[in-house]
Structure formats: C-alpha cells, structure tokens
C-alpha cells in the first residue's frame, strides 16, 4: 500500500476511537474545570483537558502530515507518471 493510502486509512480506522476517548473525557472534567471548587482540581480539569486536546489534533493531522513529509522522496516514488 502507498504511504498516503496507508495514511488515509489508518486515519479512518482511528478517528472515531481517539475523538470519543477525548470528547469523553474532555465533557467529564467540563464540571469540575467550571466550578469554583478547589485550585488544584480546577488547574488539573483544564491542564488535562488542553492536554487532550492537543494530543488529539497531534495525533490525528500532525504526526501523519510530519510522517509523510518525512517520506516524501517514497511518496514520489509511488506517484504515477503521467506522461
């Protein structure tokens, strides 16, 4: 399989997966980062819910982008010639 076939793939394969963990996560500590508990827990809802957040975006646009970027001269390779 070319490299930015197996990308698209794998991208479809996990997308659902990493954005319901995330999503869940994420709307689970929305409480506790709104309420005027402790400063510790709130500090924690928000550190780990921009965490999850970044990884996410990481995770699903930039380690696949850097990835194929690294490969380019592969992935030029496997482009048809058109003549």
Do not use: D, N, W
């Not at 399989?1 to 995330?22: P, Y």
């Amino acid at each position: 399989m070319a490299v930015r076939e197996a990308l698209l793939e794998a991208g479809k394969t996990r997308l659902r997966q990493i954005l319901m963990t995330a999503f869940a996560t994420i709307a689970a500590l929305i409480p506790l980062a709104l309420t005027a508990s402790t400063l510790i827990s709130k500090g924690l809802a928000i550190t780990v819910s921009g965490g999850l957040t970044s990884s996410t975006i990481l995770t699903l646009i930039l380690i696949p982008v850097i990835y194929e970027l690294f490969f380019y001269r592969q992935v030029k390779k496997e482009r048809p010639q058109h003549r």
